[in-house]
């Protein structure tokens, strides 16, 4: 089925470690964006990629970095994880100019302890 | 920047009733995007409705419609007939446009949400 699929769904990681969270589109969308929500919060913007090769930073990108190599794949890494990033994150991709929506992913709940 | 408020963290309705779920937001853009998205304990983001601001008319798709007040900066979700699908944290969303070394983009700003309960 076509979509943003994200992996894992659920993680546990302990204080310091890393961990890369997978994002990837198969509708050939342009624009990627990472998000995180906080528990009662709306979603905040962390990274974006607005095609292959190219990132920018959102709101909140301190304590992660992405990369974007092919047009399907926009991984978030975390470094030196802290209890402040527990949260819920969301891929999101768009096609490009126009009208169209967000195609969001399903999430990935982080719990670090 | 912009700013988006949802001022009702929780609303109730019967099943088959109507509710207005509210949303305010501030911008100096004239032109711009406003969305509702439904979350359901799925986590899945659902657009749900979409307003152009250019638009004087009020977007409606089937039970979902919106009033848009652009003067006031208010743009409510109206959901008729609900029913108990309709259960779910909902999120009003502004879409603006920035300029960056990557170029242009669309940034979505979220408002905190509601969370809806229908009670049968």
């Known amino acids: 089925n076509a979509g943003v699929t994200q992996t894992p769904k659920f993680r546990i990681l302990k204080i310091g470690q890393s961990m890369t969270l997978q994002c990837t589109q198969d509708?050939?969308?342009?624009?990627m964006y990472w998000y995180r929500q906080d528990p009662g919060m709306g979603l905040k913007l962390i990274y974006y990629?607005?095609?292959?090769?190219?990132?920018d930073k959102g709101e909140v990108p301190n304590g992660y970095n992405v990369s974007r190599s092919t047009t399907e794949d926009f991984p978030l890494r975390l470094e030196l994880a802290a209890p402040s990033q527990t949260s819920v994150y969301f891929c999101?991709?768009?096609?490009?100019?126009?009208?169209?929506?967000?195609?969001f992913g399903s999430g990935t709940r982080l719990t670090v302890v | 920047a912009q700013t988006v408020t949802q001022s009702q963290p929780e609303m109730s309705v019967q099943e088959a009733e109507t509710v207005t779920l509210s949303c305010t937001y501030d911008?100096?853009?004239?032109?711009?995007?406003l969305f509702w998205y439904k979350q359901p304990p799925s986590r899945q983001m659902i657009l749900v409705i979409r307003?152009?601001?250019?638009?004087?008319q009020n977007a409606t798709e089937n039970r979902f419609s919106v009033n848009f007040q652009k003067a006031a900066k208010s743009f409510s979700l109206k959901i008729s007939d609900s029913q108990l699908g309709d259960a779910a944290m909902y999120f009003c969303?502004?879409?603006?446009?920035?300029?960056?070394?990557?170029?242009?983009?669309?940034?979505?700003?979220f408002g905190k949400g509601t969370l809806l309960t229908v009670n049968p």
């Open positions: 999101a991709s768009r096609p490009g100019q126009g009208r169209r929506g967000y195609t």
């Open positions: 509708m050939n969308h342009n624009y």
């Open positions: 990629s607005v095609g292959a090769g190219i990132t």
């Open positions: 911008t100096s853009e004239s032109d711009y995007y």
């Open positions: 307003q152009e601001a250019y638009k004087q």
């Open positions: 969303a502004y879409r603006s446009e920035s300029w960056s070394s990557g170029g242009s983009n669309y940034k979505l700003t």
